[in-house]
Nanobody, 121 residues
Framework: QVQLMESGGGLVQAGGSLRLACAASGSISSFDAVGWYRQAPGKQREMVAT???????NYANSVKGRFTISRDNGANSVYLQMNRLRPEDTAVYYC???????????????WGQGTQVTVSS
């Protein structure tokens, strides 16, 4: 069973920075994509940033130019550098890893337990 463990969340003032880290129990190079999602109170979980196994990044429009996703396959870790944080970035941030398949029943989606990010105005 794959385990993902996030760290690095906390309280920061608007305009500040945080760096989230996600450590995987197995090789992240075995996943088709890894990334970060977030869920604010009363809202649905949304994609923040993802990186494919070919290192192709994808960002939500709301974080483009402010957040950067990176991965270290040797350390089995994924990172999210968050700069120029805004109060609307406040949410629980979840690490995610995916294995894709032609047959949906073989797809796999793994989640960490989440880390709280709070941005004060």
């Amino acid at each position: 069973q794959v385990q993902l463990m996030e760290s690095g969340g906390g309280l920061v003032q608007a305009g500040g920075s945080l760096r989230l880290a996600c450590a995987a129990s197995g090789s992240i190079s075995s996943f088709d994509a890894v990334g970060w999602y977030r869920q604010a109170p009363g809202k649905q979980r949304e994609m923040v940033a993802t990186s494919t196994d070919q290192y192709v990044p994808n960002y939500a429009n709301s974080v483009k130019g402010r957040f950067t996703i990176s991965r270290d396959n040797g350390a089995n870790s994924v990172y999210l550098q968050m700069n120029r944080l805004r109060p609307e970035d406040t949410a629980v941030y979840y690490c995610n890893a995916q294995r894709w398949a032609l047959n949906p029943k073989y797809e796999r989606n793994y989640w960490g337990q989440g880390t709280q990010v709070t941005v004060s105005s």
